[in-house]
Structures are given as structure tokens and as C-alpha cells.
């Protein structure tokens, strides 16, 4: 958890958005297994519906979590880099306006 604290610290909304990435990922294929008739014996679902669907889902991607943790900690500074070649430099971060100080207004 200390290795995903420092990787929030250093990338920031690359990393978050990356683990937030995963998740929904991982949320949205369980969701569609399940909705597809994939059975996970460890979960009785009986006749839940849609609400059973999601709950299953979102339990098989509670349990996954350490694994997201390792994909998010090897793929962020792959995602990182990638954007750093796509983006335009006009597009660059610029510093907000009230970062700046009154000699450079």
C-alpha cells in the first residue's frame, strides 16, 4: 500500500486515473460475465437480478484488488510516458493564474 501512496505522489492524476481505469474495467467485465451466466460458486445470486449482478461483480472485483494494485503500480509510468509523447506542447500544463506572482502578471 506504501509503494501505491508513493506512485499517487509522484503521477498524480495519471496514476489515479489508472487505477480508477482498472477498476472500472475489471467492474465492467465481471458485470458482463455474470449478466452472461458465468456461475462463481462462492456467491449464491439466486434471483437478484441486476442488483445480484453488480453485487457479484462488485464483490469478484474487491477480491481481485491486490492484483489491480500490481497493474496499477507496473502501468502507470508506462501511461505516464505515453502521454508525455502524445501531448502537444501547446497543450502543456500550464500554472493556474494564481500561482503565478505579480511580476510575471
Known sequence: MERLKQLL????????????????????????????????????????????????????????????IAATLALTPIVAAVLRRTTRPGRAAQPEPAALDDAQR
Open 9 to 68: 505522489a509522484e503521477y498524480g492524476r495519471v496514476a489515479l486515473g489508472t487505477y480508477l481505469a482498472i477498476f472500472v474495467l475489471a467492474l465492467g467485465g465481471f458485470a458482463l460475465a455474470l449478466s452472461q451466466g458465468l456461475e462463481l460458486a462462492s456467491l449464491d445470486l439466486g434471483g437478484a437480478g441486476n442488483a445480484g449482478v453488480f453485487a457479484g461483480a462488485y464483490v469478484a472485483t474487491k477480491l481481485i484488488q491486490p492484483a489491480r
